[in-house]
């Protein structure tokens, strides 16, 4: 932590009393910390004029400047006055210069933008994408760290081949970005317990999406599929039951939520159809098929999801989800499903 000489804040000269007592840095740091926060003396108007490089200077010279960004950010009013006293450094104008030339230079003056790697990520356009944003980041944060495990600056045979090892390795390493892919081939496999826009419980609410331009401190109530909750889930868990349970009682209570859901390996046996993922009731022994799910069907998570496409192949999308709500609803907290629970939720619904 560096202290620029004649910086002022709160009335103390913190650059002089680090001269004197170097030791005591971290705790002059704080000290400037502290009154910067505690000092709300109104700015006059060409105390404004550095501001903005003032709160980027005291954001690059933290200790934690990730942490001071998220605080300068969040309560700006509170730390303005405390900025104000800074001192900018020359290096830092200069920089600030480059920058306002290249935009001007750009066309990008007057816009929120995010610079990652040198890419210009617009915030307030229409089409930011808050997912392409974290992807890059990810992928920078993966590359200094394969940057890093090279150790470039160590030399000797050791190094080569260390080095050497993990390049190779990179190379055969094959990408693994796309996680679920429903681009082709898989017509259905996205199951939906509700439908906003045509369901009879939702014939009341209104239509129009003029209902978005009304205040509200809540998803807006509309008959629109325009929020989608989407779970993929390994039904065996615990953790895929309770969110099930939330996703019904967040539709008992109303919530504008098209609520969806992908189970894990839905495969059936040889009595019912090859398209497990159709929207379309079809004909199926139900009785015989589901009395076989613990002689063909060894993984309680596939025995769910065989159920549970059983259930939707038979009678419809609306009887899985059913399904699915039995199923977590009548067990104790805690305990994982088991073939015979899985047979009773199913029972509850085979004779409706």
Request: proline content about 4%; glycine content about 6%.
């Amino acid at each position: 932590m560096s202290f620029e000489e004649g910086e002022e804040v709160g009335g103390v000269y913190l650059a002089t009393l680090a001269k004197r007592r170097p030791d005591l840095k971290q705790e002059l740091s704080e000290l400037r910390t502290q009154l910067a926060s505690e000092t709300t003396d109104s700015l006059k108007v060409w105390k404004l004029r550095d501001l903005s490089l003032q709160a980027t200077q005291a954001t690059i010279d933290a200790q934690d400047p990730l942490r001071t960004l998220k605080d300068l950010s969040q309560d700006f009013p509170r730390h303005a006055a405390g900025l104000s006293a800074r001192r900018v450094r020359d290096d830092l104008r200069e920089a600030a210069a480059t920058a306002h030339a290249y935009s001007m230079h750009s066309g990008l003056t007057g816009r929120a933008l995010v610079f990652l790697g040198g890419t210009a990520h617009d915030v307030g356009s229409p089409t930011f994408s808050l997912h392409a944003l974290l992807q890059g980041i990810r992928s920078e944060a993966s590359s200094l760290r394969q940057l890093a495990a090279l150790d470039v600056l160590t030399e000797g045979p050791e190094a080569y081949k260390r080095r050497e090892l993990i390049l190779a390795t990179e190379d055969t390493r094959k990408p693994s970005s796309t996680r679920v892919d429903l681009l082709s081939g898989s017509k259905g496999s996205i199951t939906y317990a509700n439908n906003l826009e045509k369901d009879p419980e939702y014939k009341d609410w209104p239509p129009s999406v003029q209902q978005l331009l009304y205040p509200s401190c809540q998803l807006t109530t509309v008959a629109k599929n325009l929020y989608t909750a989407l779970l993929v889930l390994d039904a065996s868990t615990d953790e895929a039951l309770n969110a099930i349970y939330v996703a019904h009682a967040m539709l008992r209570q109303g919530y504008p939520v098209r609520v969806a859901f992908v189970l894990g390996d839905a495969s059936l046996s040889d009595e019912a159809s090859e398209d497990v993922f159709s929207d379309e009731v079809q004909d199926v022994d139900e009785q015989q098929v589901i009395t076989q799910f613990g002689t063909h069907l060894h993984s309680i998570g596939t025995q769910v999801a065989a159920a549970c496409s059983l259930a939707k192949l038979a009678r419809g999308p609306k009887t899985a989800w059913s399904f699915l709500v039995e199923l977590a609803s009548n067990r104790e907290y805690g305990e994982a499903p088991t073939l015979d629970s899985v047979i009773s939720a199913y029972g509850s619904h085979l004779y409706e």
